[in-house]
């Protein structure tokens, strides 16, 4: 497990704040990882520029759990015990993040992130993990912003869904677009799993072209996403697919001509004026396009400074309480974002409608809420 050190002040010194980072850097997720950091990054830059929170400096601690879940409870161990962290910003693997949700609450140090599965903030209807946030909209919210928009906008009935039973995103992903779909007037004809790690979906893909879909869900990582829109012309299944944030940048470049036409849910939209300084910002600072995991970076320290602010102190438990109660409409890249006490997830935070074409990410809609 690599660490990673940043920010120059002596370690524990009177003068910084040390925050953590537990992120797959190196494994079948580390292109994301790496954009989660480098926002984050992009994010304790400016605030150290600035003058740091309340006269300090930030130092930031990472360590690679490599896209492997026990890993990351020993990095957690680590930063909380030996690190000395007020704070973790996680990573969006929702697995990660139940995983150390239970150790977060026990030894009281707040962790922000991107587990869009529901379970990772409220594992239940009566039980909230008190100590996990999550910085962008859930899986429920983007599965039916884009579950809304196929039935709305594209006026699309007759739907088919692919998905990772063993990977806790996919699947709180492919739920509640099921029944958003059969709630409002549509039509599940084939709700197919595969196990994780699976490369040839031809199987799958048969099964459900012989229920003659109107178009497709998928709702997995880059690599899987892109296998399924290229082995689905191989079947000759010329559909629409529906897909879900990972069809954002580097999709279209990973998937090729097979990515053509594929619309999906995400953060942000490439070519909306609100991101261009961001854009370039991150260009300039590590030499390459951000990916979504970028904007989520930087919006997860803007909830920690916050806090951290709020807080007026740097107390894990006093700012655990404040991320709590006062996260509201902290200014991010992606909008302005308010996390409900009850459930420590975004309020109304809208998504950008996308669309592969001619290889770029075409905005459809800018701002979109599930009607």
Sequence with gaps: MGMVLLSGCDAGGPSEIKVGIIEDLSGPTSEWGQGLQNGAILGIEKINKEGGLLGKQIKYVSY????NVPESLTAFNRLVDQDKVVAIIGTPNSAMHIAVAPMADEKKVPVIGDPMDERATTPDASKLNA???LGEPAAGEQA???ASYALNEMKLKKFAILYDQGNPYSVSLATPFAEYISK??????ANEPFQSGTNDFRAQLTKIKETNPEALHITSYLKEDSLIVNQMKELGMNIPVVGNNSCFYPFAETAGKAAEGVVFPNNISLDDPRYQDFISTYKTRFGKDPVVHAWMGYDNMMILANGIKQANKIDPVAIRDAIETQTKDVQGITD???LDPKTHRPVNL???ILQVKDGKYTTLKASYLPK
């Design 64 to 67: 690679d759990f490599k896209g």
């Design 131 to 133: 100590y996990t946030f």
């Design 144 to 146: 039916k912003a884009i």
């Design 184 to 189: 409002n007037g549509g039509q599940i004809v």
């Design 336 to 338: 302005k974002i308010t």
């Design 350 to 352: 809208p998504l950008a």
